[in-house]
């Protein structure tokens, strides 16, 4: 009987150990199929941030903080005198979304011709930026800037520098929507579910243009519902 209780016992230890390793090897492999970047985006209050934002397609991690201030620590009582701005930590998987649209998502909710103020929200610690890590980033967002500034009357005043300090906010800050449902929220968070663009004015191309862009054979699969010859894509 304690030899079936002993062997019972180093099995039982041999299929935990084996269940960690595995669980450890998925997680490395899924870790190895993507392509993660932080960006740090100020928005106004940043509750409504990290809800809209959580509800994004490639986003796989969130935390709220106080960014750019003129201190390495601070609290939600300080930032008048620290000048930190409310701040959203925004960890991407730039294979399923890009930098570009991950900006488009946050002007979609942000008013960027409004100066240290969004929605009921007034004050430098709300004001509106976009603080990045990578020197990478910076031509991506200036671009972006130069086609957005052409679509308002104002000029934008969202601040682009790199990020000289993050301190994480307070506990019951983090996921604040989660906990509270009905918290306040200058973000309307149904916008995350529905495409960037405005479906209703999206024009889809004619035949023409369709055939001036597209290989006589691409045509035809497209548009056609003609089958490829084997192992003759390019692809």
């Known amino acids: 009987m304690k030899k079936i209780l002993n062997f019972l016992l180093v099995l039982a230890v041999f299929l935990g150990v084996n269940l960690m390793a595995k669980d450890e090897f998925l997680k490395e492999q899924t870790m190895a199929g993507q392509n993660l970047k932080e960006i740090y985006l100020a928005g106004g209050c940043f509750w409504g941030m990290q809800g809209y934002f959580k509800k994004i397609f490639g986003v796989v991690d969130t ?13 939600y009582r300080e930032l008048h005198e620290s000048d930190h701005a409310e701040t959203l930590y925004v960890k991407f998987d730039e294979n399923r979304v890009a930098l570009a649209e991950i900006l488009a ?30 020197k990478d980033d910076l031509p991506v967002i200036e671009s972006f800037m130069k086609i957005e500034q052409k679509k308002f009357k104002d000029k934008i005043v ?13 506990e019951y800050h983090q996921d604040y ?23 209703a004015k999206f024009k889809p191309l004619s035949k023409e243009e369709l055939k001036r862009n597209l290989s006589s054979e691409q045509y035809a699969v497209t548009q056609e519902a003609a089958t490829e010859r084997p192992f003759s894509s390019e692809y």
Do not use: M, W
Not at 158 to 170: G, H, Q, S
């Open 158 to 170: 969202v601040e682009v520098a790199p990020l000289k300090n993050f301190i994480i906010a307070e």
């Open 63 to 75: 935390k709220v903080g106080y960014a750019n201030g003129n201190s390495e620590n601070t609290s």
């Open 177 to 199: 929507l989660d906990k509270n449902p009905f918290g306040y929220c200058h973000i309307d968070l149904n916008l995350a579910n529905k495409p960037l663009y405005d479906e």
């Open 105 to 134: 998502h946050f002007f979609r909710v942000i008013d960027p011709t409004s100066l240290n103020k969004q929605g009921n929200d007034v004050g430098r610690q709300y004001r509106s930026g976009i603080y990045y890590v990578s």
